[in-house]
């Protein structure tokens, strides 16, 4: 997952997400009786993670978990290889929600659909359903849901009492009421909104401009009105004077008390939980105040396991039991600023208690979570972060970025078919 932390973009819990550097363990085991898992998580939860599965061996199953995190790049550059040779395929493997509908056209899943009927407690009822429906693909199970990270708006209570005080009355904050505060707050050097990670603030407007992606599942869609006025909509902020300017680091300024709104990864609340003001946690910056059109860009760390015929059906057996496991044991996970993907994490009251279960405590505000697992998410991902700054910043008209995008992904799509 990658993430951006201040103006830069780091690898991280995610989709998106702080993480990522360096890795523990080698890539394959000599012991019949481990599950070798492969998750590109290296970063602050790197110790997360291990402290889960650690917990879960002291259970003494059948089959352990031996734990092998990879830089997220490594990781995703090493599965095509090992899966292709046949050799060192990790028997269980975390990957980000966007590549499940790559990997499973180029034929490279196993599903979980035979397995599953003996664990009848993993099934939707269970589950986030953003999280949960993606696994699943022309009615077969490919993955099995982790988490749902997803983006919001952090902000600093006594700077919004100050400049905003009834705009988060309904948990709703609109563009609207960011420029009203923004330009009170110009007056005392404080920026009314970061301008942070462009791919997630971008998308979840995007669709709430009533965009998509794609039409058919293939073609894009990104040179359209509601494209326009998705990124209009940012670039107005700034041109209005009440956004962070080219080159400011946002979470510096956030902490020293010179930002009000910092749109970011509920995992980023590690990096400022020792603020010397109240901050609170809020959906994204929306378009109207319609509770029935919040959008929050989301991605999932998902459970795969790649095609591998030395996976016994024992060892399969084995991974389930982790899974099943992980299902009412999350709570270590959360720790890492993370939303567990089962719903049995409500019931816990420390979790209750952290600002990320705001985004799952009800079903309504499930609904809000909206994961982007386009085929060819990437290559979007791609142009938006190469260009989504500049537009903002008025290097580039919002007219060019979106035909830009346009034809980047189209070109990129036709020279992949080509290469087949």
């Not at 009492?161 to 404080?190: C, H, M, Q, R, S």
Request: hydrophobic share 35%; proline share 4%.
């Amino acid at each position: 997952m990658k993430k951006l932390l201040g103006m830069a973009l780091v690898t991280g819990a995610c989709l998106m997400t702080l993480t990522a550097c360096g890795s523990s363990g080698s890539t394959g085991s000599a012991n019949e009786k481990e599950i070798v898992f492969w998750n590109p998580f290296t970063g602050a939860d790197s110790s997360n993670v291990k402290a889960m599965i650690d917990e879960y061996n002291k259970t003494d199953p059948e089959y352990k978990i031996k734990n092998v995190s990879l830089k997220e790049t490594d990781m995703y550059t090493k599965i095509p290889t090992v899966v292709n040779s046949g050799k060192n395929i990790p028997d269980l493997n975390i990957v980000h929600a966007e590549r499940i509908k790559q990997y499973k056209d180029n034929d490279m899943l196993e599903n979980y659909d035979e397995i599953l009927a003996d664990f009848p407690e993993v099934k939707a009822e269970n589950y986030v359903t953003e999280a949960w429906n993606l696994g699943e693909l022309d009615g077969v199970r490919y993955s099995l849901p982790l988490d749902i990270h997803n983006w919001g708006t952090y902000y600093n209570k006594e700077l919004l009492e100050k400049y905003a005080p009834n705009a988060l009355d309904d948990n709703i904050l609109t563009f609207d009421e960011i420029k009203e505060a923004g330009e009170k707050a110009k007056a005392d050097d404080v920026r009314g909104v970061a301008v942070t990670w462009m791919k997630p603030n971008y998308l979840s407007t995007f669709k709430q401009a009533g965009g998509e992606l794609t039409e058919d599942g293939t073609a894009p869609t990104l040179d359209t009105p509601a494209a326009k006025e998705a990124m209009n909509a940012w670039a107005d902020l700034y041109q209005a004077g009440v956004t962070t300017k080219d080159g400011e680091d946002p979470t510096q300024l956030y902490l020293a008390g010179k930002l009000l709104f910092f749109p970011e990864g509920i995992w980023l609340q590690n990096n400022i939980k020792d603020a010397k003001f109240e901050w609170g946690l809020t959906n994204s910056p929306q378009l109207t105040a319609d509770a029935s059109k919040i959008v929050n860009w989301a991605s999932s760390h998902q459970f795969v396991m790649f095609k591998n015929k030395d996976r016994s059906d024992e060892k399969t057996k084995g991974i389930m039991e982790f899974i099943n496991w992980l299902r009412t044991n999350s709570l270590e996970w959360a720790k890492a600023g993370q939303n567990p993907a089962t719903l049995a994490i409500l019931e816990n009251e420390e979790y209750q208690k952290m600002p990320q279960s705001f985004f799952i405590e009800t079903p309504e505000q499930q609904a809000t979570l909206s994961i982007f697992d386009y085929k060819y998410n990437g290559y979007v991902s791609e142009y938006i972060d190469a260009h989504g700054f500049d537009t903002i910043f008025g290097k580039q008209s919002v007219a060019d970025f979106t035909k830009g995008m346009q034809k980047e992904v189209v070109d990129k799509i036709a020279k992949d078919s080509s290469n087949k």
